[in-house]
């Protein structure tokens, strides 16, 4: 019986794999793809407070990444190649688990995003597909930007 609880498990977690890589009709990811890597950036000066030095901030926005539970899209501002923000344009709110999962996970999300200086975030559990679709769109960003 041992054995064959291994054998199911094995199939389980190599099946769930399978099923997070399957790249669907024009190489979308069907569980958590991205609908392209579109982004828009701005450009805009101002001064650090009590340093007179001119900075430039720039903000990018991610692509969209679709999950089965909603879209996901954020933006980065950046200063120079330090991440200043990142703010979600769009979460899963669908229905009131998703938005309840989305209210919880997002401030977990940024912060760990800006102490990672990156888009190499942990995720929040219970909230994969939005976290791992976060990940995604920020890092879409930041190698738009050149980072």
Do not use: H
């Not at 399957?22 to 950036?41: E, K, W």
């Not at 669908?94 to 940024?110: C, K």
């Amino acid at each position: 019986m041992p054995k064959r609880g291994a054998i199911a498990l094995s199939l389980t977690a190599l099946a769930f794999v399978l099923l997070l890589n399957f790249q669907g009709p024009s190489g979308f990811n069907t569980v958590a793809g991205s609908s392209g890597v579109g982004s828009g950036a701005g450009t805009g000066a101002g001064t650090r407070q009590g340093t007179g030095q001119t900075v430039t901030a720039r903000t990018i926005t991610g692509p969209t990444v679709s999950t089965r539970w909603g879209a996901v899209q954020v933006s980065v501002v950046l200063d120079g190649s330090q991440i200043t923000d990142v703010r979600a344009l769009q979460l899963p709110s669908g229905d009131r688990r998703s938005q309840s999962i989305s209210s919880r996970s997002e401030p977990v999300l940024r912060s760990q995003a800006l102490k990672a200086q990156s888009a190499s975030i942990d995720g929040v559990s219970g909230a994969t597909y939005t976290s791992v679709a976060y990940a995604r769109s920020l890092q879409a960003a930041l190698d738009s930007a050149g980072i």
